[in-house]
């Protein structure tokens, strides 16, 4: 069974930093593309960040540049995403998808193959 496992979610206060991570079980990350996509209350699900396969390339929201940096360790199956300087505009479920088609997700593709259940990021003071 194919999953992704979000984690590192929680409350933090304006200007704080969290790092999330999103972790791949039943099928090896090596050949898929990871995104971050956040969805807050009454929104919808938006791209924050995604990588390609290699890790070579990358995108971001213009909302989120500068403060969040994408990152993955394809030996441990993993993908990050450090979140920099949170903005209570930043609070949202984030949601980690896989796929393999990098340049299709960098330009909004949303039927991804694999979604994670999701962790739930709260900046607040």
């Known amino acids: 069974q194919l999953q992704l496992v979000e984690s590192g979610g929680g409350l933090v206060q304006p200007g704080g930093s969290l790092r999330l991570s999103c972790a791949a079980s039943g099928f090896t990350l090596d050949y898929y593309a990871i995104g971050w996509f956040r969805q807050a209350p009454g929104k919808e699900r938006e791209g924050v960040s995604c990588i390609s396969s290699s890790g070579g390339s990358t995108n971001y929201a213009d909302s989120v540049k500068g403060r969040f940096t994408i990152s993955r360790d394809n030996a441990k199956n993993t993908v990050y995403l450090q979140m920099n300087s949170l903005k209570p505009e930043d609070t949202a479920v984030y949601y980690c998808?896989?796929?393999?088609?990098?340049?299709?997700?960098?330009?909004?593709?949303?039927?991804?193959?694999?979604w994670g259940q999701g962790t739930l990021v709260t900046v607040s003071s």
């Open positions: 998808g896989a796929d393999r088609d990098y340049e299709a997700m960098a330009r909004g593709y949303r039927y991804l193959e694999v």
